[in-house]
């Protein structure tokens, strides 16, 4: 029955990738009380699923787990026909342009951030807010260079909260090819003017002055597409302690590639003709089947 269950929910993922992966939350209901909503605007990043858990994550890292009862479920409707969901209460409701999911029967629905400190408590507090005027760019300096994992690599520190907040993932993985970087750097090999040029970057597409927005996207969501700098093919991969989606161009960002952390494996490459919520799909099913 268990494994049923576990069957159920990872059906119920696939169903929701597809429905939601990609695209910009535009509504959030909850009759919950989440720790933290979900901001709208935000990019649907991943779904995942561990047994009948099933989690969400946007691109600023909030991810939230529902925890679903043998009965209960995620549906998707149309935008255009939500009228089959009225009459039933759900938990949580998700839309994006033109889908809504809405989950029903969780025993569980909780939020948290990947780099919340309340759930790690051995980490230490929060870093610098790149959108404060007042922000202090060689603090965040010196917090990179002083990083107490020196193998950590600088995909994984730009979203580690205790260096500086504000960085999502759409804008981390631009963020890297604006500067030429290889996602799998070590923190420790670069020098204190690459880390001052990613903070100044960072800050001033994040200071309120800003549109806050980019305009065009170089690499996130272009999976198997042209590079506009190089013409190399996009790839896309998973990353870092937290598993995060990471776009990338092989052939141009190459900074620092030589000191690449050998910590976390390629494995997770997207062959360039899978679309990435089928990808995810067939590695959770490849992990079922090594684990059961
Ligand atoms: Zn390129």
Same mark, same amino acid.
């Given at each position: 029955m268990i494994f049923d269950i576990a069957n159920s929910a990872r059906r119920q993922a696939a169903a929701l990738r597809v429905a939601l992966i990609g695209n910009r939350m535009t509504r959030f209901e909850t009759s919950e009380a989440p720790v933290l909503n979900p901001q709208i605007g935000r990019v649907i990043e991943e779904v995942r699923v561990l047994g009948r858990e099933i989690e969400i994550i946007w691109d600023d890292g909030v991810v939230l787990r529902t925890k679903m009862r043998i009965n209960g479920a995620w549906k998707i409707f149309r935008a255009s026909n939500q009228?089959?969901?009225?009459g039933r209460s759900a938990q949580v409701v998700i839309g994006v342009e033109d889908r809504v999911a809405a989950c029903f029967g969780a025993l569980d629905v909780e939020t948290h951030h990947d780099f919340d400190p309340r759930r790690h408590p051995l980490l230490g507090p929060h870093g610098p807010d790149?959108? %404060?005027?007042? /922000? %202090?760019h060689e603090s965040c300096v010196d917090r990179m260079i002083a990083?107490? %994992?020196? %193998?950590?690599?600088v995909a994984e520190v730009l979203l580690d909260q205790r260096v500086m907040?504000?960085?999502g993932n759409v804008f981390r993985c631009e963020l890297l090819w604006s500067c030429e /970087?290889?996602?799998?750097?070590?923190?420790?090999? /670069?020098?204190r003017d690459e880390c001052r040029e990613l903070v100044a970057i960072a800050a001033e597409m994040l200071?309120?002055?800003?549109?806050?927005?980019?305009? &065009? /996207?170089?690499?996130?969501?272009?999976?198997?597409k042209e590079c506009e700098r190089c013409g190399g093919q996009i790839r896309v991969t998973h990353h870092g302690e937290a598993n995060r989606v990471l776009y990338w161009c092989a052939e141009c960002q190459t900074r620092h590639s030589g000191s690449?952390? &050998?910590?976390?494996?390629?494995?997770?490459d997207t062959p360039p003709n899978v679309h990435p919520a089928e990808f995810i799909y067939l590695s959770d099913l490849e992990r079922a089947r090594k684990s059961g």
């Open positions: 009228g089959e969901m009225r790149l959108s %404060d005027p007042k /922000l %202090d990083y107490e %994992d020196s %193998d950590a690599t907040r504000g960085i /970087l290889h996602p799998w750097a070590k923190i420790s090999s /670069l020098n200071q309120p002055e800003s549109s806050g927005r980019l305009a &065009t /996207l170089a690499v996130y969501g272009r999976h198997g690449g952390s &050998t910590r976390y494996v390629t494995e997770h």
